[in-house]
């Protein structure tokens, strides 16, 4: 028969050591305050689903906002549309970037801070200290500024961008925008089928050519 002092030791070690190893993953997730989300906007349980892999210093991707605004304005209740993080290496504020829309995120102002992202490019991207431009977006958007600069260093946070990133890799990814439209890669080089790609998958009977005629046709690159 075993020692029993033994099997309780044992068992003490076991559930001691559990005990420090919970209390230590928890203690990181309260430290930082961050809860780990999908960016999702539209109608979560839409059975047409897009996902865009993007990169906030990529002139292509902000060109492509308003086609996407006009998409979700007037689709938005039948689509689940998908931010995913792609930074370019070529982009060296890509990643920053990327990190402070999370941080923002983690105040319910993802898409917002996203919107502002891509409508001030051109500013922040030639700017020296970009943080300082992303801490006066937090501002306008009301955020707590505190909290906001405090995730910005965020490894959590930076994780969380660099799990897109390998996710996009896996897709074999090569550049942004890249979209995916029900699982399936879209391939197209003009907005107007873009859109009516889309528009064909929510409603077939909709896409005429009154509806596509005034869509620009804008060539696609990094």
Request: glycine share 6%.
């Amino acid at each position: 028969m075993k020692n029993p002092w033994i099997v309780i030791g044992v068992i003490f070690v076991v559930l001691f050591g559990g005990a420090i190893m919970y209390s230590n993953i928890s203690a990181k997730k309260s430290n930082e305050g961050i809860v780990i989300s999908q960016n999702i906007k539209g109608n979560p349980e839409a059975e047409v689903k897009l996902v865009e892999y993007s990169d906030f210093q990529c002139p292509a991707c902000a060109s492509f906002q308003p086609v996407l605004e006009q998409v979700m304005s007037e689709y938005g209740d039948k689509i689940s549309f998908e931010y995913k993080h792609f930074p370019l290496p070529i982009h060296p504020y890509a990643m920053p970037a990327a990190v402070a829309a999370e941080a923002a995120g983690q105040q319910g102002k993802f898409f917002e801070f996203h919107d502002l992202l891509f409508k001030n490019q051109n500013t922040w991207v030639s700017a020296s200290v970009p943080n300082s431009l992303f801490i006066q977006y937090a501002g306008e958007l009301g955020l707590d500024i505190d909290k906001f600069k405090s995730q910005m260093s965020s490894t959590m946070l930076r994780d969380r961008v660099k799990d897109d990133t390998s996710d996009g890799r896996a897709a074999n990814l090569t550049g942004t925008p890249t979209f995916f439209l029900n699982g399936k890669k879209m391939e197209f080089d003009t907005f107007q089928a873009f859109v009516e790609q889309i528009v064909k998958a929510v409603d077939p009977t909709a896409l005429t050519a009154s509806s596509t005629d005034s869509t620009p046709e804008v060539k696609f690159g990094i």
